[in-house]
């Protein structure tokens, strides 16, 4: 063999030495990235499984909250409407406490001299005035209710 084809052959050997570590290095990092993504690939999953998990939670929180300020909502409307209907039927009369010293023509004059009287002096209101009262109490609950809920909900969303 001449020297010129010992030395192709030595060529021709390192580089297919070269080439044998190129694809064993590329086998060896394919290897690795492929780990590396599945790593990857499962802590992303496990982190959207935790998020998932927080906001079925949230969700079941916000739901109890919804429906336990719901019936907080009925439970006004039915008392208001129970009053409204006792006024209606004349079962209740509402009426204010009245200064004595005040002056008004419907109160009955002041006990006699003799008399010990410090019971309260009260004023039933006209009806009109009475449903005109609870409606804006209902509106005033309802308005609190709601209220209640929204800071329940901002509170549930906090982290």
Do not use: F, N
């Not at 129970?82 to 009245?98: C, E, G, H, Y």
């Not at 002041?110 to 209101?125: I, K, N, Y």
């Amino acid at each position: 063999m001449s020297r010129m084809q010992r030395g192709l052959g030595a060529l021709l050997l390192m580089l297919l030495s070269a080439a044998l570590a190129w694809q064993l290095q590329g086998w060896r990092y394919g290897r690795q990235l492929a780990q590396l993504a599945q790593a990857q690939a499962e802590a992303e999953l496990a982190r959207l499984l935790a998020e998932r998990g927080a906001r079925q939670v949230l969700e079941q929180r916000l739901e109890q909250s919804e429906t336990r300020h719901y019936k907080e909502l009925a439970d006004a409307q039915q008392s208001q409407a129970r009053l409204r209907d006792r006024l209606a039927t004349a079962d209740l009369r509402l009426s204010v406490l009245v200064e004595r010293g005040a002056v008004c023509s419907a109160l009955p004059a002041a006990a006699e001299a003799g008399s010990v009287d410090h019971a309260t002096v009260r004023a039933r209101l006209e009806p009109a005035h009475a449903r005109r009262i609870i409606a804006i109490t209902d509106e005033g609950d309802r308005g609190l209710i709601a209220l209640r809920a929204c800071q329940d909900y901002m509170r549930a969303l906090q982290p």
